[in-house]
């Protein structure tokens, strides 16, 4: 009963370096949701994805900050020279169809990224 | 501007009393809300949700209310136990706009339950 998995579980950056977090939905679900979780914060919204579209971008810093989602394959949340504010926990989501209504999203267990 | 309030960053209890964690919202056009438990090093589960049609929800020991009113929610836990020791946090969305997956979470409330 594989659930939302995601890799790695904790990676660690020095500045400037490019993060790469994955993201393998549950099996037959097509939409991917990421979040971030900043210290000390609650979960924010980042980016909506079915395969092979961004639907929703709208929480996703304008620079350094591009996800995919390829017709085979995890997701890829992609950091760019990463800096260290973007030290957080990232949470993954996925579901079969476009959420329905009082249909609650289920995480994985998120990557934890720390920049030094 | 936190549109999703958890003003209690901790709350401990005795076993087998009852939990009480308390949420605000600003945003009048949210109508769905949930509650997740997380763990340290783990993903948020989802534990209980309420539409806002609804003023109460029960699951088992854990029971959510709702006062629209007040843009106010609470979760109950009763009896408290142990393995309830967890970071709760209160989400809300708005379920009816077509965005129903951009949840807005509080910052959590830590509960201890001591034994």
């Known amino acids: 009963n594989a659930g939302v998995m995601q890799n790695p579980r904790h990676l660690v950056r020095r500045r400037g370096q490019e993060a790469r977090l994955r993201c393998s939905p549950m099996k037959g679900h097509s939409h991917v949701y990421w979040y971030r979780q900043l210290p000390e914060e609650g979960l924010k919204f980042m980016v909506y994805l079915q395969k092979e579209n961004i639907i929703d971008e709208s929480g996703m810093p304008k620079e350094r900050f591009s996800a995919e989602f390829p017709k085979e394959g995890p997701s890829i949340l992609r950091i760019q020279q990463v800096v260290r504010g973007d030290s957080a926990a990232y949470f993954c989501?996925?579901?079969?169809?476009?959420?329905?209504?009082?249909?609650?999203?289920?995480f994985g267990n998120g990557t934890r990224l720390t920049v030094t | 501007d936190q549109q999703v309030k958890q003003n209690s960053p901790s709350l401990s209890v005795q076993e087998g009393r009852i939990s009480i964690l308390n949420c605000d919202y600003t945003?009048?056009?949210?109508?769905?809300f949930l509650w997740y438990k997380k763990y340290p090093a783990e993903g948020p589960t989802f534990l209980i949700s309420?539409?806002?049609?609804?003023d109460k929800n029960e699951d088992g020991r854990f029971t959510v209310f709702l006062n629209k009113s007040a843009k106010h929610l609470s979760l109950h836990i009763v009896p408290s136990q142990p393995g309830d020791s967890a970071v709760y946090f209160c989400a809300a969305v708005q379920d009816s706009g077509g965005s129903n997956y951009k949840l807005t979470f509080g910052k959590g409330t830590l509960l201890t339950v001591n034994p």
């Open positions: 989501a996925s579901s079969r169809t476009s959420t329905a209504r009082g249909s609650p999203l289920h």
């Open positions: 309420i539409s806002s049609i609804k």
């Open positions: 945003n009048s056009m949210f109508d769905y």
